[in-house]
C-alpha cells in the first residue's frame, strides 16, 4: 500500500511539474500581425550572407503579406494578395510551445521547428540566422477582433 501512495505522489509531483513550466505566450504577442516590407528590407540590406541574387528575389514583392496570428495556445499563417493565390490556404490553428519567454521576447516551438520572435517597439521581428536578416511584423488587429473560419 505504502508503495502504491509513494507512486501516486511521484506521478502527481511529476505531472505538477510539468504543468508549471509550460511558459504562456507573452500578452505583447499575442494578435494578429502582417510582415511589414519596408522594416524587412532595411533589415536585408543590412546582411552580409544575403547574395545578389537572393536579395533581387526577396526585394520583389516577396515580403509583406505573411500574417501570423498568435493566440494564447495556437497559432495560425496565412498569405494576403492576388500574388499568393496559388498557394492553398488552410486557415488550420496549430498548436506550439514556448520554450522561454519574457516581456519582451519569446522562443515558440512549432510543429516544425523553433523560433524567437523579440518585440521592437510596435513591431514584432523573427530572427532569420541563415540569412543575416530579420522579419518584422505590424500588428493589424488583436486577438479578439476577428472572426475566424
Not at 511589414?36 to 520583389?60: G, H, I, Q, Y
Not at 516551438?109 to 536578416?133: N, S
Request: glycine share 4%; proline share 4%; net charge negative.
Amino acid at each position: 500500500m505504502r508503495a502504491i501512495i509513494t507512486s501516486l505522489f511521484v506521478a502527481t509531483v511529476v505531472l505538477a511539474s510539468a504543468c508549471a513550466e509550460r511558459q504562456q505566450i507573452p500578452v505583447a504577442f499575442v494578435g494578429t500581425w502582417q510582415s511589414d516590407e519596408a522594416l524587412t528590407l532595411a533589415s536585408l540590406s543590412k546582411s552580409e550572407t544575403v547574395t545578389p541574387a537572393d536579395r533581387e528575389m526577396f526585394s520583389n514583392d516577396f515580403f509583406g503579406d505573411r500574417v501570423m496570428v498568435f493566440r494564447l495556445d495556437e497559432g495560425m499563417t496565412y498569405w494576403v494578395g492576388e500574388e499568393w493565390a496559388d498557394i492553398e490556404q488552410d486557415y488550420e490553428w496549430y498548436p506550439y510551445d514556448i520554450v522561454a519567454s519574457d516581456t519582451t521576447f519569446m522562443t515558440v516551438r512549432y510543429p516544425l521547428g523553433e523560433a524567437t520572435w523579440r518585440v521592437e517597439g510596435d513591431h514584432i521581428y523573427v530572427e532569420l540566422p541563415e540569412w543575416g536578416f530579420r522579419e518584422y511584423y505590424r500588428r493589424i488587429d488583436d486577438w479578439n477582433s476577428r472572426s475566424w473560419p
